[in-house]
């Protein structure tokens, strides 16, 4: 599995719309083939702190998911909502749902 | 759900011990009634960086999750094999699995 882990801080005045877009995102995304998973989570400690946990079957799922109509929708929308530029790191998975992943 | 993502950043001499002692926590931890995951996640771009990426039905089965003998010994055990201390974010859902969770 491809993981792609986004952290993304939010201007207080646009958490409403951002979540509104990230819905959207993450509905939308579930439906191509091969995402796996999409969860968006909010930090207990910072409600303005956002995580986007992406999971696809491979780096080119990635990058098709790169191209849909709805990823560039998002990207557009919450260009100017982030309170600072958004972190986002890409794994290879280890252990994943209930068992060892097989290390190329 | 309670979503707990810990960044770790290990030393380079000791990532396969790391790797086997987080394979066993992350084993363990699926047995338990109230986890729903505990994906293990390696950085492409820095083979030293892991995501543990663990959910619990409630923050309380997290908490009891920190009692557990293979929490324990995991703590223990890696505790000395950290280039930086780890760090961990805890988050609510907004999105998980196939659809929105419901905000409290």
């Known amino acids: ?4 882990a986004v952290t993304v801080f939010v201007k207080p005045e646009h958490v409403a719309a951002f979540v509104d877009a ?7 995304t579930r439906r191509e083939p091969d995402n796996v998973r999409f969860d968006v989570l909010r930090s ?4 303005n702190r956002f995580l986007l946990y992406e999971v696809y079957r491979t780096k080119d799922a990635f990058a ?11 990207k557009q929308t919450v ?3 982030m309170a600072q530029p958004r972190q986002g790191v890409k794994h290879t ?10 290390q190329g």
Request: net charge negative; charged share 25%.
């Open 1 to 4: 599995m491809y993981v792609v």
């Open 22 to 28: 990230a819905l959207d995102n993450a509905r939308n």
């Open 44 to 47: 207990e400690e910072d409600a």
């Open 64 to 74: 098709a998911h790169q191209q849909t109509p709805h990823y560039l929708r998002w």
């Open 79 to 81: 260009a100017d909502w």
């Open 93 to 102: 998975t280890v252990f994943f749902g209930d068992g060892d992943t097989p």
